[in-house]
């Protein structure tokens, strides 16, 4: 069984900025964050294939949010800044397979998930 942890989550002014990490107890190339606002479902906001250093970003944080990872550690961050209140949610890290190599926007697709964080952006 893989083990997922996240860290970083907080409260913080719009305009603030919050740094999420992410660390999966095994090895592997695909991880990612979802964020599950209240009332609405699970969305995919950002990953990154630790092997080739590829990123993918929603357009809703891009020019905002940074990911990048380690691969050697199999930890994964989110520098978040210019937070917006719509960017208030709980946000999940998700890792793919060992094996796996190729990235999915899906979060069915993910099989290990991190317990979550929660970040509130107030106005």
């Known amino acids: 069984q893989v083990q997922v942890e996240e860290s970083g989550g907080g409260l913080v002014q719009a305009g603030g900025s919050l740094r999420l990490s992410c660390a999966s107890s095994?090895?592997?190339?695909?991880m990612a964050w979802f964020r599950r606002a209240p009332g609405k479902g699970r969305e995919f906001v950002a990953g990154?294939?630790?092997?080739?250093?590829?990123?993918y970003e929603t357009d809703a944080v891009k020019g905002r949010f940074t990911i990048s990872g380690d691969n050697a550690k199999n930890t994964m961050f989110l520098q978040m800044n210019s937070l917006e209140p719509e960017d208030s949610a709980v946000y999940y890290c998700?890792?793919?397979?060992?094996?796996?190599?190729?990235?999915?926007?899906?979060?069915?697709?993910?099989?290990?998930w991190g317990q979550g964080t929660q970040v509130t952006v107030s106005s």
């Open positions: 095994r090895s592997t190339n695909i």
């Open positions: 990154i294939n630790l092997s080739s250093g590829s990123t």
């Open positions: 998700a890792v793919r397979g060992s094996m796996v190599t190729d990235f999915t926007r899906s979060p069915s697709q993910y099989p290990f």
